[in-house]
């Protein structure tokens, strides 16, 4: 099968990720995206890095159609494109999950932003990892696609049959191992995730939110790598595609953080694309489903759910 496999395509978007993450940071710090900022500018960044996604797509098809012919540049651009929308539409539900985190632990929102920097940065890590991971296994045992196609199925239906209701993460496996493993104190220490206290260190309530934000990383990623395995096997669009997603997740949070009762319905969304993408890959021996038709489907399933979300929530501001 025909890739993406140039070292210096791959020492190029490497350099790219490094500043425009850096870019991101900055942004941050100097108050441009967060809790200072507004809705709207949230709303602008975010559309700066989908801009910024597309132009790369349009980058790498010319690239491939001069060097690789406009088949494989057409079918790359499509898995691109079809894998940057199932990405990002499972880091939407990610970043509910870290407002909830937030919101049970009650971090302000001023402190938000450094937990969001440290997720950030040890995604993009995560997602590497996971990646490598999943290619060579994949390649190895050609038979854990169809595993992992009834593990997104299953992730799907309890999503959307199961998780109706919020998760007091204070009672959770996670909260009591890192009571265990560290001193904690309820308090709020400016941006400090430990304090001193009478000769010893306490884990403040950033650094708990910082652990759970940190877990959810993981788990998310082994969501979102077996959805974009069942788009494409090409490591570099799998890569690109996910750090495209997580570009911008920032500025994302806080504009979905001030819409949170928007889109309440955006998780039903994910759970029938995880359905569908897992049911793609189960039958991929029998049926090769055309990414143009999965795109169609993505992007139709988003597009409802966003509307129904709204269109609710518009209807219950009438009725109050």
Known sequence: MEQVANFWIWAGFSIFVIIALGIDTWLAEKKQIGPQSSVRASLYWTLFWVVLALIFNLLLWGYLYVTNGPVFAHQSALDFLTGYLIEKSLSVDNLFVFYMIFHQFRIPVALQRRVLTYGIWSAVVFRLLFILLGTYLIAQFHWLLYLLGVFLMLTGIKMF????????????ILFRLLNRIFRLTDEIAEQHFFVKREGYYFATRLFVALAFVEISDIIFAFDSIPAIFAITRD??????????AILGLRALYFCLAGMADRFNLLKYGVAIILIFVGFKMVIEPWFNVPTVFSLGIVIGILLSFIFVSLFRERKNNAAN
């Open 161 to 172: 049959f199961f998780e109706t209701k919020e998760k007091d993460l204070a009672q959770g």
């Open 235 to 244: 490591p570099f669009i799998v890569w690109t595609s996910n750090i495209f």
